[in-house]
């Protein structure tokens, strides 16, 4: 471990960077590492950097005597080109939605190679059963327990904080994929032969929501009276909750039930609601819109089916989560594709709640949710359910915000019904 590198950290860094410009947006470069397992060597490169300044459980107290040198540009680097690596991977995957990754072939060839989806997902299931392993997540956990305050001051940190819950998000991604479960995040058969989804159970979220927390507002989950309320952050401080809410929205997807459990957890759901709170309350303040669709999309998932976390998102201090969401800006109720992005969520917030409910009808009338419903219900090419989607074909973009992957199509018409019915007052 002590050994002195005969090559100078600052070319190391410069090789990663290149090899980062090398793969992004590239599919046939990322197709290329993973099956020549070259991103074997990147990830053992990167265990073994994250090894080397993070101590084991044993000696760690929170992860507090993790060494600064961490946050250098090496570590960060092997982040950053995993995380891109894996990204690709998602956009063109073979049976993907997008074009196949692999360099054009002749029909014959073609033939030859019948299955190329299976051996995709076949070596993408064991390069995430290897990381699992080795003690990725692990390691990751101590780096996020690790960090205790802000990072306004510490972009490297910062940018540490983002490509490392960019990793983690690009693996629940690709896992969702390859698993060969079914498309609808509702479906209860859920398989991961991988690990991870154990792993970031055992881990809380390998740990991500702490550290958000503790970015936020500067204090720990463990004594919230340290904490300073805040609703305005730097740009470093808003692309690591970005990223860690688009981990926290590939992990919904991956396994809700699961999901739901970690961060309505006593303790962490306060910690979510205030993190919620306040990063609602900066985008009011300062125009985010990708921070505040990934914040809204994340309510809806905490709040679908599960009237205990609805319970979470209307109580505490006032304006509350759920009066937040009802007092975004005019076009969140009147531009189709905004309308799209919140009345998901308002509806997984609400339904069967009267509380909530009441609440919301304090500001809007709930015939535009049902009326929402019933047009998604009348699209043509709607299907009555989900099992026409092929297995572990992972959402196009445009399909990430639809009302069939955030609130489940057989409760549509309940929910329509609850909606339009008048409560007694």
């Not at 989806?117 to 690790?146: E, K, P, W």
Request: glycine share 4%; net charge neutral.
């Amino acid at each position: 471990m002590n050994t002195v590198s005969r090559i100078p950290p600052k070319s190391v860094c410069s090789a990663i960077n290149v090899y980062n410009l090398a793969c992004n947006n590239c599919s046939e470069n990322c197709t290329d590492v993973l099956f020549s397992n070259k991103i074997t060597f990147l990830m053992d490169l990167l265990i073994h950097q994250l090894t080397v300044y993070v101590p084991d459980e044993n000696n760690a107290i929170l992860g507090r005597n993790t060494n600064k040198q961490l946050f250098e540009g090496l570590t960060t680097g092997l982040l950053k080109v995993s995380a891109v690596v894996l990204g690709c991977l998602i956009a063109s995957r073979p049976d993907g939605n997008s074009r196949p990754a692999t360099p054009k072939m002749s029909t014959q060839e073609m033939k030859n190679k019948p299955l190329q989806g299976d051996a995709f997902n076949s070596r993408v299931q064991d390069l995430i059963s290897y990381v699992v392993n080795m003690g990725l997540i692990d390691t990751l956990h101590a780096c996020f327990l690790s960090v205790q305050g802000p990072v306004d001051e510490n972009p490297k940190m910062a940018t540490f904080l983002q490509h490392a819950a960019g990793l983690l998000h690009g693996m629940c991604t690709l896992c969702f994929a390859v698993t060969g479960r079914s498309y609808s995040i509702f479906d209860n058969n859920r398989q991961d032969p991988t690990g991870l989804t154990a792993a970031l159970q055992a881990t809380d979220l390998a740990g991500v929501l702490h550290m958000l927390y503790c970015v936020l507002f500067h204090g720990t989950i463990s004594d919230p009276s340290t904490a300073s309320p805040k609703e305005s952050y730097t740009q470093n401080t808003t692309q690591v909750a970005i990223q860690s809410l688009r981990f926290f929205n590939s992990f919904a997807a991956l396994d809700l039930p699961a999901f739901q459990s970690i961060v309505g957890a006593e303790g962490l759901s306060l910690a979510f609601r205030h993190m919620a709170s306040s990063l609602l309350g900066h985008c009011s303040q300062v125009s985010c819109e990708s921070l505040l669709h990934e914040v809204i999309v994340c309510v809806g998932y905490f709040t679908v089916n599960h009237p205990d976390n609805q319970v979470i998102v209307q109580s505490g201090r006032h304006p509350t989560v759920l009066q937040k969401l009802c007092q975004l800006p005019f076009q969140y109720f009147s531009d189709p594709r905004l309308i799209k992005v919140l009345f998901p969520s308002l509806i997984a917030a609400c339904y069967n709640n009267r509380q909530n409910k009441v609440i919301l009808e304090q500001e809007m009338s709930c015939v535009l949710l049902a009326t929402f419903i019933q047009d998604f219900a009348q699209t043509p090419g709607q299907p009555d359910n989900q099992s026409y989607q092929p297995k572990g074909k992972y959402p196009d973009p445009q399909d990430y915000l639809e009302l069939a992957n955030r609130f489940p199509q057989q409760a549509w018409e309940e929910a329509r019904q609850f909606f339009l019915k008048k409560e007694k007052k």
